[in-house]
């Protein structure tokens, strides 16, 4: 079993950043790909970033240019920076990784969420 625990979301002015982290915790895991969705209030949960093991990315078309994940693998964490936040990023935020047991099948786990408000 592969749990997930994210830090770094809360309250900030538009225009400002912050970082979301995702550390990855588990026994005898591989990990492939980590990213983010997010689900703001009465919306439907979409991607924002990932990025595949081999350092691959993709970004929602909302975030490019202001969004960039990275990964740190000896760690198991993911981060996404969020600079020139706009009040429209407002949302609950999800970590997720795709990840396996030794000879398992892959699986996608979701992290607990952790809330990003943007006030204007």
């Known amino acids: 079993q592969v749990q997930l625990v994210e830090s770094g979301g809360g309250l900030v002015q538009a225009g400002g950043s912050l970082r979301l982290s995702c550390v990855a915790s588990?026994?005898?895991?591989?990990?492939?790909?980590m990213g983010w969705y997010r689900q703001g209030s009465g919306k439907q949960r979409e991607l924002v970033a990932l990025?595949?093991?081999?350092?691959?990315?993709n970004y929602a078309d909302s975030v490019k240019g202001r969004f960039t994940i990275s990964r740190d693998n000896v760690k198991n964490t993911v981060y996404l920076q969020m600079n020139a936040l706009k009040p429209e990023d407002t949302a609950v935020y999800y970590c997720?990784?795709?990840?396996?047991?030794?000879?398992?099948?892959?699986?996608?786990?979701w992290g607990q969420g952790t809330q990003v408000t943007v006030s204007s």
């Open positions: 990025i595949a093991s081999g350092e691959t990315t």
């Open positions: 997720y990784v795709t990840a396996r047991a030794p000879r398992a099948p892959w699986k996608l786990y």
């Open positions: 588990g026994s005898g895991f591989s990990v492939e790909t």
